[in-house]
């Protein structure tokens, strides 16, 4: 069943990233909801070929319980050229929208700073879906996502943790400054030194997500979008002792562990997929019950929509006040 665009009608915007926007759409012969991508595109033929061809590898995925379901790619040349890509709608959104909603909360005052919505189980749970699908991306199809971050990790209502916005090479869509902005924080320091980069740079990005959002900050510390302080970033990540949990806080033996060996710096001595799904932080988190993740993630989404209607009313306070 695939799906064309003269089916879909806009429903909101649900975010926008470096590369493009993101727009919650129904398709109207099933009435269902799915998430439309559009990304802009140079009206080259070569780089439209090379997109489409990389599309088409993820057009090939079959599904998966952890990976975002893929409903089909376009390239439309209109008044602007853009690429637009279809997928499954996630209603929770992504970890680090999760994040800021929770930090909106705090800033009300209406939560305590301590009571962090990511949970070690809850870490664990979301740990093993995207080690699981990296796995099965590596050994199915030899794919490395190469851009695992907060906002490319994504929850439904439902209970589950699904990856996404793998396999499209950056470099293609965008000009290569681009590439160095935002993302590359989670950069590995193997592949910012140029050395060939395996599934074990995609286990450095993910250890480096849990301490953001154990801690609710980027673990390396900031950074300006300036060419100078993006470099700065990035030789520290090379030359600097690696990132931690900072001591103090409540963390259990095993999830102190379980970051500390996914931010080796040497690539070598870090473990594989296969190896983290057997860690104790992974086996333990998952005895916590579907019915429990599923529990969170509902309430997720009551917190979401909670935070989508006091931001609307903060809004039109501050026109009140202005006037
Ligand atoms: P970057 O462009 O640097 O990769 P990004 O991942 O935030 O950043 P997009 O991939 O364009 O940028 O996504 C924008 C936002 O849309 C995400 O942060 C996420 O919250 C939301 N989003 C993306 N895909 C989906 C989806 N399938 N379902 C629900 N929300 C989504
Ligand atoms: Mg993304």
Excluded at 81 to 90: C, F, G, R, S, V
Excluded at 158 to 180: E, H, M, R, Y
Excluded at 259 to 275: I, Y
Excluded at 302 to 319: G, P, Q, S, V, W
Aim: proline share 5%.
């Amino acid at each position: 069943s695939s799906i064309e665009l003269q089916d879909l009608v806009q429903l909101g915007k649900i975010g926008s990233g470096n590369s493009g926007t993101v727009l919650k759409t129904l398709h109207v012969p099933d009435s269902r909801v799915i998430a439309k991508k559009s990304i802009p595109v140079e009206n080259k033929t070569l780089v439209k070929n090379q997109l489409m061809r990389e599309l088409s590898i993820m057009q090939n995925v079959k599904p998966h319980d952890h990976i975002v379901g893929f409903f089909g790619a376009f390239y439309t040349a209109s008044t602007t050229n853009e690429i637009i890509i279809l997928m499954e709608y996630m209603d929770c959104g992504s970890l680090d929208k999760i994040m800021s909603t929770y930090k909106a909360f705090v800033r009300r005052g209406s939560l305590e700073a301590s009571a962090n919505w990511f949970t070690e189980p809850v870490l664990a749970r979301i740990s093993h879906s995207i080690l699981d699908g990296l796995s099965y991306l590596y050994r199915e199809y030899k794919i490395i996502h190469r851009d695992i971050k907060p906002s490319n990790v994504l929850i439904n209502s439902k209970g589950s943790v699904k990856i996404c916005d793998f396999g499209v090479s950056k470099k293609l869509i965008n000009s290569i400054a681009d590439t160095f902005v935002g993302t590359s924080t989670y950069m590995s320091p193997e592949r910012i030194q140029g050395n060939v980069y395996t599934t074990k740079g995609d286990v450095w990005s993910l250890g480096l997500m849990i301490i953001e959002l154990v801690t609710g900050e980027f673990p390396l510390g900031g950074h300006s979008d300036t060419p100078e302080g993006i470099l700065d970033l990035l030789q520290r990540i090379v030359n600097e002792p690696p990132p931690r949990l900072p001591p103090g806080l409540p963390c259990s033996r095993e999830i102190v562990d379980f970051v500390n060996r996914c931010c080796l710096k040497d690539e070598k001595e870090r473990p594989s997929l296969q190896e983290l799904l057997c860690h104790d932080f992974i086996v333990r988190g998952r005895s916590q019950g579907d019915r429990d993740f599923r529990h969170w993630c509902k309430r997720i989404k009551k917190r979401l929509k909670e935070d989508k209607m006091l931001n609307r009313e903060e809004k039109e306070r501050a026109k009140l006040v202005k006037r």
